[in-house]
T-cell receptor, first 115, second 111 residues
Framework: GAGVSQTPSNKVTEKGKYVELRCDPISGHTALYWYRQSLGQGPEFLIYFQGTGAADDSGLPNDRFFAVRPEGSVSTLKIQRTERGDSAVYLC?????????????FGPGTRLTVT | QKEVEQNSGPLSVPEGAIASLNCTYSDRGSQSFFWYRQYSGKSPELIMSIYSNGDKEDGRFTAQLNKASQYVSLLIRDSQPSDSATYLCAVTWGSARQLTFGSGTQLTVLP
């Protein structure tokens, strides 16, 4: 079946602009996660959705970042007033449910470059 | 502080050898353990999960977990050049659902 998809694959934006990154999880997966990965590092957690609600947003670095998942499927990560330090690969993952033992599957990522 | 530590490598092994990748974690409240493989420029791909002490085998891969020692490892038997990648260890803690990753170990399998 289809895996997690993310669009766009690459996004270049100017400092101060607003960007939206989209994630479409595996069909039937109720849990969705956003991570970001900088070069040479493992992914870092941003936010976790169970269904439509954000169950844990403790990883969001500041209030310029927020994410929505209005219908419990597709999610959008929104970044306001982008800064050069936001440049990274943004990864989305989904799992069947949100329990500790449910395996997370990653999408291909969106590479964000802020100039 | 919840931390996951891996040797960054690079680790080089000859083709056909056993590659051994190690990971330690900082907190005994850990629940689940995962190994992901990441090729350069690609996203992480899940290769193994392990939830209880002992060994778990899947094809050429064996994951080993020792919760008392806070240690999880991945063995790759009959290593192939196509196994050359960065291997990421990931852990969940308590009621938290998110993965905490190590920084990865770069493995090179020499033909």
């Amino acid at each position: 079946g289809a895996g997690v998809s993310q669009t766009p694959s690459n996004k270049v934006t100017e400092k101060g602009k607003y960007v939206e990154l989209r994630c479409d999880p595996i069909s039937g997966h109720t849990a969705l996660y956003w991570y970001r990965q900088s070069l040479g590092q493992g992914p870092e957690f941003l936010i976790y959705f169970q269904g439509t609600g954000a169950a844990d947003d403790s990883g969001l670095p500041n209030d310029r970042f927020f994410a929505v998942r209005p219908e419990g499927s597709v999610s959008t990560l929104k970044i306001q007033r982008t800064e050069r330090g936001d440049s990274a690969v943004y990864l989305c993952a989904s799992s069947l449910r949100g329990g500790e033992e449910y395996e997370q599957y990653f999408g291909p990522g969106t590479r964000l470059t802020v100039t | 502080q919840k931390e996951v530590e891996q040797n960054s490598g690079p680790l080089s092994v000859p083709e056909g050898a056993i590659a051994s990748l190690n990971c330690t974690y900082s907190d005994r409240g850990s629940q689940s353990f995962f190994w992901y493989r990441q090729y350069s420029g690609k996203s992480p791909e899940l290769i193994m999960s392990i939830y209880s002490n002992g060994d778990k085998e899947d094809g050429r891969f064996t994951a080993q977990l020792n919760k008392a020692s806070q240690y999880v490892s991945l063995l790759i038997r009959d290593s192939q050049p196509s196994d050359s990648a960065t291997y990421l260890c990931a852990v969940t803690w308590g009621s938290a659902r998110q993965l905490t990753f190590g920084s990865g170990t770069q493995l090179t399998v020499l033909p």
